[in-house]
């Protein structure tokens, strides 16, 4: 089991910056991704930023958020974020922690419970 908090949401200004956090807990042997999504009103979650945990910490990012948004991860406070700038209102959104666990048999995701995320003037 693994169990992911996340935090740092909040509202901010068009053009301003936030970090969000996702502390984990629980048996992280086998994870071997963490990701954040952002999920629209009426929409499907989609992905936000990905890394690999291993693979020398690969990451990867949606287009709209390319330049904007990085990703990176303190291991000893195992904890994963999410730094975001130059932020737009269509940035707003809930934003989801996600890791991806294998036991080398099963696949198994886990979600945060999301933070949500305002850009308003």
């Known amino acids: 089991q693994v169990q992911l908090v996340e935090s740092g949401g909040g509202l901010v200004q068009p053009g301003g910056s936030l970090k969000l956090s996702c502390a984990a807990s629980?048996?992280?042997?086998?994870?071997?991704?963490m990701a954040w999504y952002r999920q629209f009103p009426g929409k499907e979650r989609e992905l936000v930023a990905r890394?690999?945990?291993?693979?020398?910490?690969?990451?990867n990012y949606a287009d709209s958020v390319k330049g904007r948004f990085t990703v990176s991860r303190d291991n000893a406070k195992r904890t994963f974020y999410l730094h975001m700038n130059n932020l737009k209102p269509n940035d707003t959104a809930v934003y989801y922690c996600?890791?991806?666990?294998?036991?080398?048999?099963?696949?198994?995701?886990?979600w945060g419970q999301g933070t949500q995320v305002t850009v308003s003037s």
């Open positions: 890394m690999r945990v291993n693979h020398g910490g690969s990451t």
């Open positions: 996600y890791a991806e666990h294998s036991d080398g048999l099963t696949q198994t995701p886990y």
């Open positions: 629980g048996i992280m042997a086998g994870v071997y991704a």
